[in-house]
């Protein structure tokens, strides 16, 4: 278990936030079929640094971009969700 | 090999038992094999095992660590073959008829219980769900038993019966012929067996790279230098995406982790393997006495195999909540196991887009059961270069097909499994 800085709330227990996806499958609803299948399907996968979508859904419900080494646990970064950075 | 009998063992241990010798052989690794499977788990052993067997080929197992260090050492053991997907069924039915010769085709005991695979049903709808999943079992000619509230009382009488029951009980569907086994045996005794038709078992040799020229694969790199082979199968489940990954391919899988608890050793007290339709825990005891606890997965993506306090909390409140007694056992150990988890949480058989590198993974959290069978249709995937009948419904492109073998019908997302 591990301490997530969320922006609004400070440094809370990783009990309070829900993972919901990599970066790397989010799509827009026009994607074309093709990559949104393969977006939607197939996975990066890292042995290391991933970037993801959390939600703080037991604290501010903000979406939040964490950084996260997937072996460690050692977060990098957390900045509240830009969808058009 | 020297087969293991009550009598070797009478006659050995009047010698003063000097007669033991390794289980297997430590080769060092030919220049080329026909087939290289990467994993010495479960799978992949038995995978090499039903190579030599049936199809007389030059094999390699490759294993970064030791036998079955993975999940192979890591699950709750629990075998049964009670799907409701037809493609599940097929292949696990495979899988569990393998498991009832098993200990007398490797001449290993691998401990194999058939004490019943008990789903409790906690509410009219659950009852319902369990009366159609027995139907369609019994039509595809697998045992299914619908059980009453008192014939669940009378087979597990610990559960918590009363009317303030936290998770009220209203009957069950139990499997007979499931149970559990022993899981190390289970390596141990692929690894020896296959040892003997000639396999080499090449133990810390880690894979680093695979060689691919034209789009096919003619060998790996590894910790012990290149190996060629014509086929290679990739049996890494819990690292697929990380191995797959040296050959620049993406899977369908995300890498999650499982936690199991087990309770300090008691006398018998739960005879059958209790899971349930709508609570998230599966309880059992070993042979050594111990309370064997599971649950959900952490749901996010890790390779740590360190798991969350959180879910040891959510488990234990679970399986007391059923069986009140296990309140008073002290917890020994806990570990987590990191698991492929797939995008309908069905594993996954197929060839890859690199010809002659074929993959056996994605087995979730369920994988254990399924050792036997799924080494079997890899062994002849990987000896004729053809998916197997039992296989073709878990390929890499069921995802793009609309054809999910999606158990618990939850969509896209490996951690809602």
Known sequence: MFLIDCPHCGPRAQAEFVFERPVETIFSVDTPTAELVEKLYTRTNPRGVSAELWRHARGCRAWLRIDRHTVTHVIIAVALWNPAP | MRGYSAWALLRGGLGGHRHWSPA???PEPARHYDVVIVGGGGHGLASAYYLAKHHKVRVAVLEKAWLGGGNTGRNTTIVRSNYRLPALQGLLEHSLKLWEG??????YNVMFSQRGALFLGHSDSDMTRLAERGDALRCAGIDAELMSREAVAKLVPLLDMSDRARFPIAGGMI???GGTARHDAVAWGYARAADALGVDIIQHCEVTGFDIAGGRVTGVQTSRGAIGADRVGIVVAGNSGHVAGLAGLRLPVESQLLQAFVTEPVKPMIDTVIMSQSVHCYISQSDKGEIVLGGDPDQ??????RGEPMRIEEVAGQAIGLVPALSKLRMLRCWAGTTDMTC??????DETPVANLHINGGWCY????A????????ADQLATGRVHDLARPFSLGRFAAGAMQDEAAVGPMPQAR
């Open chain 2, 24 to 26: 297997w052989r430590t």
């Open chain 2, 102 to 107: 098993l200990s007398d085709e490797l001449n």
């Open chain 2, 175 to 177: 499997q007979r012929r």
């Open chain 2, 300 to 305: 996010y993506p890790t390779y740590s195999q």
């Open chain 2, 344 to 349: 309908d949480g069905a594993p996954i058989i």
């Open chain 2, 366 to 369: 369920g994988g254990f059961k």
């Open chain 2, 371 to 378: 050792t036997c069978g799924s080494g079997w249709v890899f």
